[in-house]
């Protein structure tokens, strides 16, 4: 079964960015420190970073995260979702209008305009036919945005929390929550390294 994982990296007080955020500077300011843990070469960092992408089928982000990705300082074949790793997903975009051009135009790029249902269900599909294709169990990964993972966590959508808890306080910037609809999670797994600590609940429904 596919399940909705949302996958984010989060500082001790709560962010997953820091100050001023924008397209030119997408963690806004001392950001880059919660994915730290990303560009490491400690072992277990490299596991968790290696089995997130062997699941992913699909990657949900909202428009504000595509701006970054693919504008002029995003993304590119080193530090793109699956750069290194054994391929990258399709990727879906949350959005109320498709852009004008793509920069990344060699992914596989969708734009759902209809909401968070939607693009789920589409990037649902994406991961099964990936799932059929490879023989493999694979999974959707909202990766964010903030606002991304909270609209689908608020409606019911998520399956499992992945957070990688960054040994920073940034002191401001873009909360992962900001009230929302209580929900009941289960812890199960921990992983701690120097760089973070990787935390796992399944989301009771």
């Not at 560009?39 to 997130?52: C, K, N, W, Y």
């Amino acid at each position: 079964m596919t399940r909705i994982i949302a996958d984010i990296s989060v500082s001790l007080d709560g962010f997953v960015t820091g100050p001023g955020p924008g397209p030119d500077n997408g963690l806004g300011t001392g950001g880059e420190a919660l994915h730290t843990w990303a560009f490491s070469e400690d072992p277990e960092d490299r596991r968790v970073l290696g089995e997130a992408t062997a699941r992913s089928g699909a990657v949900v982000l909202g428009r504000r995260l595509f701006d970054v990705v693919d504008g002029a300082r995003g993304w590119d074949e080193k530090t793109g979702y699956g750069a290194g790793e054994a391929g990258r997903p399709a990727f879906v975009v949350v959005t109320s209008e498709p852009p004008a051009a793509l920069r990344l135009t060699e992914l596989d790029w969708t734009f759902v305009t209809t909401g968070m249902d939607d693009a789920v269900d589409a990037a649902r599909e994406r991961a099964e036919a990936a799932s059929a294709r490879s023989g493999t169990g694979l999974d959707v990964v909202l990766m964010g945005g903030a606002a991304t993972v909270r609209s689908a966590f608020d409606a019911g959508l998520v399956d499992v929390l992945s957070l990688h808890l960054a040994p920073v306080v940034l002191g401001a910037g873009t909360p992962l929550f900001t009230g929302g609809t209580p929900r009941t999670l289960v812890q199960r797994n921990v992983t701690a390294t120097p760089n973070a600590t990787h935390l796992t609940y399944e989301v009771l429904r």
